[in-house]
T-cell receptor, first 111, second 116 residues
Framework: GEDVEQSLFLSVREGDSSVINCTYT??????LYWYKQEPGAGLQLLTY?????DMKQDQRLTVLLNKKDKHLSLRIADTQTGDSAIYFC???????????FGKGTMLLVSP | GAGVSQSPSNKVTEKGKDVELRCDPI?????LYWYRQSLGQGLEFLIY????????KSGLPSDRFSAERTGGSVSTLTIQRTQQEDSAVYLC??????????????FGPGTRLTVT
C-alpha cells in the first residue's frame, strides 16, 4: 500500500535553514504537498509540486523532488520562531483525490 | 463562512457511548473529506464525499464509523459504541472539484475526541 515516511523531529536555530525530508512509495503519486499545522489549528497548505517537476521555489520555501528515489524535501530559508510547527508531507494521485499523509515532522526553532 | 468549521471543538465521552461530529464546509465546495489524526499514527483518511456521487468509505476503520452529508453541504461523522482507541483529533476538509487539476483542500480546526 501507499506509505509516506518522514523524520519526526527537527530542531534549528533562528536564522538557519531547515530541511525536512520525506519519502513515499506510491509510483502513481502525481501531486506532492507540504502542509503546516500550528498548535491548536488545522492544516494549512504551504506548497505543492507536480511529479514532473524537480524543484519549486516560493519565497523562503524550496521544494526538491527526486522522483527516481521518491524523495521530497522542504527547505525553509532564514527560519523564524514563527515557523515552529508540525510539517506534513502528503501525496495524491490526482488534484482532487484523497491525501496520504506522513506522520509529520515537528520543527522547533530556538532563538 | 470564512473557512471550514467543526463542532464541537472538544468532546469527552464515556466508552460505549455514541458521538456525532459536525463539519460545515466552505460554501460552494463540492468535495468534503474526513481525516483522523492520532498520536503516533499521523493523519489517516476516513471518508470522502464528492457531489452527489456515492462516498468513498474505504478509510473507515470499522462499521462503528459512518458519515452523512446532507444537501451536499454539512457533514456529520458518527461513531457508535466508542472505544478508547477512537480518541483522536478528527479533521474535516473541503475543496472545489474538477478533473485534471489541483484544488486545495481547506482544513477545519478539528474536533478533539477523548474516550474515557
Amino acid at each position: 500500500g501507499e506509505d509516506v515516511e518522514q523524520s519526526l523531529f527537527l530542531s534549528v536555530r533562528e536564522g538557519d535553514s531547515s530541511v525536512i525530508n520525506c519519502t513515499y512509495t506510491d509510483s502513481s503519486s502525481t501531486y506532492l504537498y507540504w502542509y503546516k499545522q500550528e498548535p491548536g489549528a488545522g492544516l494549512q497548505l504551504l506548497t505543492y509540486i507536480f511529479s514532473n517537476m524537480d524543484m519549486k521555489q516560493d519565497q523562503r520555501l524550496t521544494v526538491l523532488l527526486n522522483k527516481k528515489d521518491k524523495h521530497l524535501s522542504l527547505r525553509i530559508a532564514d527560519t523564524q520562531t514563527g515557523d515552529s510547527a508540525i510539517y506534513f508531507c502528503a501525496e495524491s494521485e490526482s488534484g482532487y483525490s484523497t491525501l496520504t499523509f506522513g506522520k509529520g515532522t515537528m520543527l522547533l526553532v530556538s532563538p | 463562512g470564512a473557512g471550514v468549521s467543526q463542532s464541537p471543538s472538544n468532546k469527552v465521552t464515556e466508552k460505549g457511548k455514541d458521538v456525532e461530529l459536525r463539519c460545515d464546509p466552505i460554501s460552494g465546495h463540492t468535495a468534503l473529506y474526513w481525516y483522523r489524526q492520532s498520536l503516533g499514527q499521523g493523519l489517516e483518511f476516513l471518508i470522502y464525499f464528492q457531489g452527489n456521487s456515492a462516498p468513498d468509505k474505504s478509510g473507515l476503520p470499522s462499521d462503528r464509523f459512518s458519515a452523512e452529508r446532507t444537501g451536499g453541504s454539512v457533514s456529520t461523522l458518527t461513531i457508535q459504541r466508542t472505544q478508547q482507541e477512537d480518541s483522536a483529533v478528527y479533521l474535516c476538509a473541503s475543496s472545489l472539484s474538477s478533473t485534471g487539476f489541483l484544488y486545495e483542500q481547506y482544513f477545519g480546526p478539528g474536533t478533539r475526541l477523548t474516550v474515557t
